[in-house]
């Protein structure tokens, strides 16, 4: 079974802090995503990795970094933590695209962060 | 610009009523269509689409994808209270990209 795990479920951090949200996976993908999920709005992605040290914008980069030092591990930043992020935020992998049996993304179970 | 778009985005039904929900797209270079379901955490995958008329099924679920006129339908038949949830529909495009709809919110009354 594909296992995708983030570091937390839940955040509180306030304006201006450094947050840093942490994503692994244990099933040798090569491509991870990072997305925000909110209503009405659905899953938007951030930024995702196509492999080590690999980045790639997203729909909605813009106050957001990513960090892919192992292929296992891929890590969303938020700089200066401000109120409009407050969000749920997904993690998912996939194997290696250019085949279609290889979409599936497998999904963590999501940090609710929360910016006051 | 991708866009996935579903429909309704809530129902609200009884057990046992058979629902269908849609799931329209338009991107360029597509390769898949997946659903998904999503309780009160990650979503789980249920469906991917690749050919047109070839319908998926598992259980009381099934779905079917239109090439030609660019959409999927996911039906339950004899729903239960456990299907409740959000289903998310999502389009693959070149690079394993996925453009995700906004889901539909069901709710399964006993």
């Known amino acids: 079974d594909v296992k995708v795990t983030q570091s937390s479920r839940y955040l509180v951090k306030r304006t201006g802090e450094k947050v840093f949200l942490e994503c692994v996976q244990d099933?040798?993908?090569?491509?991870m995503f990072w997305y925000r999920q909110d209503p009405g709005l659905g899953l938007r992605l951030i930024y995702f990795s196509y492999d080590v040290k690999m980045k790639e914008k997203g729909d909605i980069p813009e106050g957001y970094s990513v960090s892919r030092e192992k292929k296992e591990r891929f890590s969303l930043i938020l700089e200066s933590a401000s109120t409009n992020q407050t969000s749920m935020y997904l993690c998912?992998?996939?194997?290696?695209?250019?085949?279609?049996?290889?979409?599936?993304?497998?999904f963590g179970p999501g940090t609710r962060l929360t910016v006051l | 610009e991708d866009k996935v778009v579903q429909s309704p985005l809530s129902l609200v039904v009884h057990e046992g009523d058979t629902v269908t929900l849609n799931c329209s797209y338009e991107v360029t270079n597509f390769r898949s269509l997946l659903w998904y379901k999503q309780e009160k955490k990650a979503p789980t995958f249920l469906f991917m689409l690749t050919s047109s008329g070839i319908e998926k099924k598992s259980g009381r679920l099934s779905s079917i994808l239109d090439k030609k006129e660019l959409f999927s339908i996911l039906n339950i038949t004899a729903t239960q209270t456990g299907d409740s949830a959000v289903y998310l529909c999502?389009?693959?495009?070149?690079?394993?990209?996925?453009?995700f709809g906004e889901g539909t919110q069901l709710t399964v009354n006993p």
């Open positions: 998912a992998s996939s194997s290696r695209g250019g085949d279609r049996g290889t979409d599936t993304q497998y």
């Open positions: 099933m040798d993908h090569e491509n």
């Open positions: 999502a389009a693959t495009t070149s690079g394993s990209r996925l453009t």
